[in-house]
């Protein structure tokens, strides 16, 4: 497990948001964080598919893949605006 430590602290808290670099640092956060506090709700960023059920089974209450609801976001966007005012909110990168 590069690059976490292995002395995590907790704030007293009611929830927590666990978005480290990888799935496996995630998963592994989210089975700690649960272990120390059964009735935390936990919030955990998923890179891929295959590691949101795992997130979930490692007590995870809500998982996001941030490409997938950007994509949903994107494709909202298209669906519920005109072409003039969708045109309007492009960004040109010379």
């Known amino acids: 497990m590069g690059g976490v430590s292995k002395n ?6 009611h929830k927590e948001e666990i ?5 496996s640092d995630n998963v592994f956060l ?6 120390l506090n059964p009735r935390l709700r936990v919030t955990s960023r998923a890179f891929s598919q295959d590691a949101v ?6 007590g995870a209450d809500v998982v996001v893949v941030p490409e997938i609801v950007g994509g949903l976001e994107l494709a909202r966007g ?3 605006s005109s072409r003039a005012s969708h045109e309007s909110k492009l960004v040109s990168i010379r």
């Open 8 to 13: 995590v602290f907790l704030a007293p808290t």
């Open 19 to 23: 978005a480290l670099p990888n799935d």
């Open 30 to 35: 989210t089975l700690t964080a649960r272990e």
């Open 53 to 58: 059920g795992k997130l979930h089974s490692a």
């Open 78 to 80: 298209v669906m519920h």
